[in-house]
């Protein structure tokens, strides 16, 4: 017969084993169904992302949100709302022009800036949060509580070649925290916004 005592030490260090990968699962799906959907596009490992840079400045400079209510009908979709509804995230007004064509989305052109606003729920004021050149390409966001939210995308090298980056931004302490990662780099990026937001948006509509 097995010892008792060696049955107790063999389930320890099975319990022991196994703690890594509940820990790595547990912060995984703890995050957004989107980020985890957009780790999943690109073939991304969570754990590869290292942060590099923490920043405390005070991005929070409320103006007038003045789009004409016709044009913010094309993109009202498209806004990423904290949980508690009272901003939303604009990814896309400021570069990407659409078109609609039997209630179908379509990208025309994208910018080469990208500007992504904080956004009061009533629409009347933004802060602007991000703003990036060519050399950054953010793709997607989604908020970890109801004053922090990420957006997830990538930078470019002096190659072109794309490494993913988050961007998490809290705007209670100001602070921006970036995570880079430096495992991969990408020769080529799809166009996330076409292959995945406007299309769960026109299937969306479709079933309508």
Partial sequence: MINNTLIVKIQILFCMLLIPFIVLSNEKTNYPDEFIFWLNYYNLDMNHFQKTDVKTEDFMDWQDYNLDSSFLEMYEQLFIFSPNEKFFLDLDTYSVILERIDNKLYLVDLGIDTEIKLVTSDRKKYSRIFFCGSACIPETAYWISNSTFEVAGFELDENNNAMPVRWQFNFDTRTTIIFKNVEVKL???????????LKRINDKNKEL
């Fill in 187 to 197: 020769d080529s990026i799809e166009e996330y916004l076409v292959s995945v937001r």
